[in-house]
């Protein structure tokens, strides 16, 4: 599986993405869309807002949170192939 999340330093709905990847040992790259111009813009382009972060799986663009509620955890169980524990 091939995991991308386009995300900042300062977000806290990114820093909550990274410690679940992180804890169910889910490997990906961090692409930081602050450092990164063509980053930002390929977030605009795909979801029609700088809204972070953003998870590529397999290609496929996902946003794992919603805004003012947190991740969205089931969802990224599923997505993930991370059984319920």
Same mark, same amino acid.
């Given at each position: 599986?091939?995991?991308?999340? $386009?995300? !900042?330093?300062?977000?806290?709905?990114?820093?909550?993405?990274?410690?679940?990847?992180? !804890?169910?040992?889910?490997? $990906? *790259?961090?692409?930081?869309?602050?450092?990164?111009?063509?980053?930002? *813009?390929?977030?605009?382009?795909?979801? /029609?807002?700088?809204?972070?972060?953003?998870?590529?799986?397999? /290609?496929?663009?996902?946003? &794992? $949170? !919603?805004?003012?509620?947190?991740?969205?955890?089931?969802?990224?169980?599923?997505?993930? /192939?991370? &059984?319920? /524990?």
């Amino acid at each position: 599986m091939n995991v991308q999340m $386009y995300a !900042t330093i300062w977000c806290p709905d990114c820093r909550a993405a990274r410690r679940f990847l992180d !804890t169910h040992g889910v490997q $990906y *790259a961090v692409i930081d869309v602050d450092a990164d111009a063509a980053a930002s *813009a390929e977030v605009m382009r795909r979801v /029609g807002k700088r809204a972070v972060p953003q998870l590529v799986v397999d /290609g496929e663009w996902f946003q &794992p $949170y !919603t805004p003012g509620r947190g991740l969205l955890v089931d969802e990224l169980r599923r997505r993930l /192939g991370i &059984p319920r /524990g």
